[in-house]
């Protein structure tokens, strides 16, 4: 028992690590890319515009692992779309970080950093993303690093990981 239990928290691992690992000189030449698609967009625009193709993304993955009809197909058809879903989330967060702070990934934990709000979104969906957005607009990077030392962030991974 304590075998499975040992390689259970290792996919969860490597799952996580697979949520978080994302390819930041891409997220940032999405967000310029954005900006030169939508010229004279504000910063909120360009971020719900983000969101909404987040939204349509993790549909469109929603509908392609809802089809399978056999119950061995369909669990790990439904892991799977579940860890989609936080990856196009965790997507997202990054573009609206480096939309609202281009710096956003100097710091090794920033990816991490991206998971607090996306559980919060999952939460309450749109009223989260909404917030998510205004607090961008007024509470800085360095006022949430005041609040969260980074043994609080290696606490929150390590119990992101159980």
Same mark, same amino acid.
Request: glycine share 4%; aromatic share 14%.
């Given at each position: 028992m304590k075998d499975r239990s040992k390689t259970d928290e290792t996919a969860l691992t490597k799952t996580l690590q697979w949520v978080v690992d994302i390819d930041v000189p891409a997220i940032q030449a999405s967000v310029d890319a954005l900006r030169r698609e939508m010229k004279g967009a504000s910063r909120e625009q360009l971020a719900h515009k983000i969101f909404s193709r987040a939204q349509l993304k993790a549909a469109a993955?929603?509908?392609?692992?809802? $089809?399978?009809?056999?119950?061995?197909?369909?669990?790990?058809?439904?892991?799977?779309?579940?860890?989609?879903?936080?990856? $196009?989330?965790?997507?997202?967060?990054?573009?609206?970080?480096? $939309?609202?702070?281009?710096?956003?990934?100097?710091?090794?934990?920033?990816?991490?950093? $991206?998971?607090?709000?996306?559980?919060?979104?999952?939460?309450a969906s749109q009223l989260a993303q909404n917030a998510a957005i205004k607090a961008a607009q007024g509470v800085t990077r360095e006022v949430i690093k005041k609040y969260l030392s980074k043994e609080t962030l290696k606490q929150f991974q390590k119990v992101m990981l159980k």
């Open positions: 993955s929603g509908f392609a692992t809802g $089809l399978p009809s056999n119950f061995w197909t369909m669990v790990p058809a439904a892991i799977w779309d579940v860890a989609i879903t936080v990856k $196009l989330e965790v997507i997202a967060t990054a573009k609206v970080a480096v $939309l609202y702070d281009p710096d956003f990934f100097t710091d090794e934990e920033a990816t991490w950093e $991206l998971l607090i709000p996306v559980f919060g979104i999952n939460v």
